[in-house]
């Protein structure tokens, strides 16, 4: 039996994603994401690392609907999110992860300054700023993901972080 504290806990990240907050995700949610990166980093979305950060938006956006939005109307509802999370994504958050991670590689992509296929650690916090976090839980976030103590946070990190956070609720 999932505990009404889990259902709760994973309720409260459906805030990450209603990017716009009327209460539900939808694509226009993912869209205004990968906008917000590009604009963050300067990054126009006429480039490749800005069509591959939409696509990699449409992807997620896709793969997120085709798990949660049970009645077809392309809205998640709250509801729809914290059921999915429980019922289809607890058990298996590698699925989730898989969803995600076109998106998170593109990401990294606009991120990455150096070339090297990473990101700084202040340059991931400003991505979770650019997402909506706060400063200080975007440099608390960031310094965490950085689990190879390098400086920086690569996609071996960043993804099974990712899809921890979605679908475990400490």
């Known amino acids: ?17 209603d990017q716009d907050g009327n209460g539900y995700i939808d694509r226009l949610d993912f869209s205004a994401a990968a906008k917000a990166v590009l604009a ?8 490749d690392k ?8 449409e992807a997620f956006w896709q793969g997120m609907a085709g798990i949660a939005d049970r009645d077809g109307d ?15 994504l ?15 590689r593109a990401v990294l992509d606009v991120a990455d300054t150096d070339g090297d296929g990473r990101a700084t650690i202040a340059d991931t916090a400003r991505v979770l700023k650019a ?9 608390g976030a960031a310094a ?3 689990t190879d ?12 972080a990712f899809a921890r956070y979605f679908t475990v609720p400490e």
Do not use: C, H
């Open 1 to 17: 039996m999932v505990s009404s504290e889990y259902e709760r806990r994973i309720a409260a990240r459906f805030a990450t994603f």
């Open 40 to 47: 963050e980093f300067g990054t126009a979305a006429r480039s």
């Open 50 to 57: 800005g069509q591959a950060l939409y696509l990699g938006a």
């Open 74 to 88: 392309q809205r998640i509802t709250r509801d729809e999110f914290v059921n999915s999370a429980v019922k289809r």
């Open 90 to 104: 607890r058990d298996n958050p590698d699925r989730f992860a898989e969803i995600a991670r076109p998106f998170l």
């Open 131 to 139: 997402l909506g976090a706060s400063d200080e839980a975007a440099q």
């Open 144 to 146: 965490a993901l950085d």
């Open 149 to 160: 103590a390098d400086g920086k946070v690569g996609e071996a990190e960043i993804v099974p």
